[in-house]
C-alpha cells in the first residue's frame, strides 16, 4: 500500500449514462492525489509552478479493472516511481476498499511556459521528490 | 450564514484558459454540497432515489461576482429555501473565506424514471426535508 | 427561432448515471454556441479577448424542460438580447427538433484581466454586437 | 493517415489555467472519434449496446507531444489496430494541420451490464469491425 492517498467520493458529475464513472475521469482523481502529494512536500499551486516552468502531463497508461457507481468512496494514492531532471512518474492506485479499481503510471513533465519546451524541474521540487523517493525505499 | 457547507479545493480539472475556475463549474460544487445534505439528512445516492422516481434538476439562476482561481479552497453552502410536492427549492452560495463568490437557487424536482415527469418526491425524502426547513426557522 | 444555431451531438462524456445529458453540460453547449455567433461576426478566440479584457459569465438563468440523452443529435441556438457597455445578455435555446429541452439567458460581462473588474467590451465587439441585434430587429 | 477522423473545435471548457487543454480532455475527443468510426459502420449509441452488453474502456496508453490551444480546430483520428472476440484496441491521434499533438491505444472491452464481466462483443458488432479492418489491409 503505497504511503501517500486522498479519499474521493464519486459524485453525479463523475458517472455516465452506463451508471459508472466515466472512465476519463479517474484520471481527474489521479491528478487530485498527485496534487496533495505535492502540496504535502511544500508545494502550493502545484500544476503551475513559478517562474517559466509548466508542469504538464507527458503521458499516462492506465489499466481499469472494475468500475466506481454513483457514491462510492474512493481511496486514490500517489507516489513517485520515477524522479529525473526534467519529469517524473508516478504510481497511482484507485480503490474501492481492498478491490483495485484502477492503476496508471503518469509521467509529468516540465516545459517551458511560452515555447512548451522541455526544461529542468524547479531544483526545489526536484530535491524534494528526491528526498521523499529515497526515504521511502 | 447557512447551516450547512462543504469545503471544496480547486484543481487545474476546474479552471480554464482564463486563469480562472471555469464558471460552469460552481454547479458542481454545489451539487455536491446538495448531495452531502441530502446525505447529512440520511438519503444516499441522493442523485438517483430508489423506485421509480429520479430528482433532476429543473432550474437554476446563478449570479457570478469574483473569481476562484487555481488552489483556493472554497466553502459551498446548501440549505432549502422552498420545499413543495414535487420539487425543492436550494439557496447555494460559493465562499472564498469571507468573500462571495457567487450565488444560485437551484430548483431540484422529483420525475418518473421512463417519462421523466414530474411526480412527487418520495415521502420520506419530503418529510425529512420539512422537518429540517421547519427547525431552521 | 433564432437566426443563429449550432448542431451538438450527444457523447456519453455528457451523459450521467441517470442515464441523461447531466444538466450542467448544456452549459457548456451554450458556451459553444455563443462562441461560434461571436465568430461569425469575426471574432476568433472569442471568450479571451486581446489587450487587458477578459469576457466572464456574469450570470446565468436557466430552465430545464425535457431531457436529452445518449446519441442524440440537439440544435443549440445564440442571439443577443441586450447589449450593454460591459456586458452582453444572450438568450438560448437547446431543442430536439421541435421540442425544447432548455432554455436560458446568461449575462457576459467584459472584466479586467487581472482585477476581474468590470470595464467596456472592446468597442469593435460591441459595434458588431449592435449592428446584429438592430439588423434583426 | 488513418481512414477516419473527425474535427474537433477546442472551447474555453477543454482548456486549463495553463493556457492549454487540460490534458484529459483529449481522452473525450479521441471517445467521439471512436464513437463516429462505429456510426459509420452502422451503430447507434455505440457506447451502450444493445440487451445485456457495455462497452468500457479496459485500458489507455496516451503520449503528448505538444498542447493545443484555445480555438485550435484539431483532427482526431480513430482505427481498429487490433480486434478480439471480447475487446478491440483503437489506435487514435489528435493532429492540428500536419502537427501531431498526442497518440493513444485504447483498448474497449464488452463486459456484462450488471457483473461488468467480460463478455464476447455482439456479433453484428465483431464482423462489421473485422470486415473494416481486413479491407483496410
Redesign the interface.
Known sequence: MPQFSIPV?V???D??????V???NY??FM??AR?ELLRSLGF??P??TNGNG?L?????????K??A???DLLTVTAEFEKVARSHVVFRQLVLRGEALLCSAAVKVACVDRTE?RPRALPVEVYDAINLWHNQKR
Chains 1, 2, 3, 4 share one sequence.
Open positions: 467520493r459524485y453525479i458529475e458517472t455516465d449514462a452506463g451508471g459508472i466515466f472512465y476519463v484520471l481527474k491528478e487530485r496534487t502550493d499551486k500544476a503551475l509548466l504538464v502531463v507527458a503521458g499516462a497508461d492506465i489499466q481499469y472494475k468500475s457507481i454513483l457514491d512548451l
